[in-house]
């Protein structure tokens, strides 16, 4: 009798240890809170970019009835008139000739899933995803703070217009002039708008993007966790879908990237060239990385980018090691703005006056936003055309 209870119990205790397994492995096999609402399109937060952005006709009949009451408004009809104007006008003399230009010279792009790194960006999704529409992810990062989406359905018309205004206000000099200007960001972002979240989504909206999800990131010496209040580089993820089923990313990163910052906080390069090998993109970069105190992230760029398209304010050309990088030219190269005119290269200008290997570029971009005054480079590893 002693023996056959003892049999049970055994028994007994093998089915609790397999069952505690089978649901410790059912747990991790069950889908996070994450991957249950990641497909979901986000209807409420696509209207507001459609808001944002001007998108919406006044009295138009919507779905959600808080957007309703707001496109009736004054407000929004004059902000709707507002951006009409500035988006047409940013398309006729320039956006539309760059989504011309990429479909020729960067096409090879879409053939692969890549990740674009996009160092000095700012909230500059606008550009980024017109020059490179397919990459799987996209990485930005500036001083600005990543801020967060504002209920814009909660505010009285007067309060409303405010926020409108400082929406149309933020986006003039990219609009206008292709890159934002710095002194006017730390007005924009810091005061305004309290971070770049509603002009990341402003783009994503117009640039015809669905929107999933949007979620603060925290980036750590062990990884990316989102919704995290740890101590760590902050940041802020849109998940989100083109044409196509495939879900998307970009995540900005508030932070430094000088030497002096990067070596108080070496996990940020280390995490991130897990995701490597990048198409780095460089435009209006306030020629930071001639300097050694920005060292780091130039070598970082040079050692994990298969392609560094850039204009002359990103790295200079002696960066390039012609054994290692095919370089290929666009546009016109004089001479920089007043403001870096010690930036000069003097052996970029022989390459330009040369005419060798340069390419035409009919839209204007960074700090030569003119048409006919640009210019810019696409370096490939010679390497890649090995693999």
Request: aromatic share 14%; glycine share 4%.
């Amino acid at each position: 009798m002693t023996k056959r209870k003892n049999i049970y119990i055994y028994l007994s205790i093998i089915l609790i240890i397999s069952f505690n397994h089978i649901s410790c492995d059912e747990k991790y096999k069950q889908p996070t809170n994450q991957s249950q609402t990641i497909e979901k399109i986000d209807e409420e937060k696509n209207l507001l970019g459609k808001v944002l952005a001007g998108l919406v006709k006044p009295q138009e009949k919507i779905t959600l009835e808080v957007y309703q009451n707001i496109v009736k408004t004054n407000a929004y009809f004059n902000h709707y008139n507002e951006m009409q104007k500035a988006w047409k006008q940013a398309e006729d003399i320039r956006l539309k000739k760059m989504r011309d230009w990429t479909q020729v010279e960067l096409a090879h792009f879409c053939n692969k899933d890549h990740t674009l790194f996009y160092p000095f960006s700012g909230p500059d999704m606008l550009n980024a995803q017109i020059l490179f529409p397919c990459a799987k992810e996209y990485i930005l990062f500036g001083l600005e703070p990543p801020g967060y989406l504002r209920d814009i359905t909660t505010y009285k018309e007067k309060d409303l217009n405010r926020y409108l205004y400082f929406i149309r206000d933020s986006l003039k000099s990219i609009l206008n002039y292709s890159f934002f200007r710095t002194n006017d960001m730390k007005v924009d972002f810091f005061q305004k708008l309290d971070g770049v979240a509603p002009i990341i989504l402003t783009f994503l909206v117009y640039n015809e993007s669905q929107i999933i999800r949007v979620t603060p990131v925290t980036l750590l010496s062990d990884g990316i966790v989102e919704n995290s209040s740890d101590k760590g580089i902050k940041g802020i993820r849109f998940y989100f879908k083109n044409h196509s089923e495939k879900i998307r990313t970009i995540t900005y990163y508030q932070v430094d990237i000088s030497n002096e910052n990067l070596n108080q906080h070496p996990y940020f390069l280390e995490v991130l060239q897990k995701k490597s090998p990048f198409v780095t993109f460089l435009k209006a970069a306030s020629y930071l990385m001639y300097r050694d105190s920005f060292s780091k992230i130039r070598e970082f760029i040079l050692a994990n980018s298969h392609y560094v398209i850039q204009d002359d304010s990103g790295m200079p050309l002696k960066s390039f090691d012609r054994s290692i990088w095919h370089l290929t030219f666009y546009g016109t190269y004089t001479k920089p703005i007043p403001l870096f005119a010690s930036r000069f290269q003097a052996d970029l200008k022989k390459i330009y006056d040369k005419k060798e290997n340069v390419k035409p570029l009919p839209f204007g971009t960074g700090y030569q936003f003119y048409p006919g005054t640009s210019n810019l480079m696409i370096a490939e590893k010679i390497l890649n055309k090995t693999n």
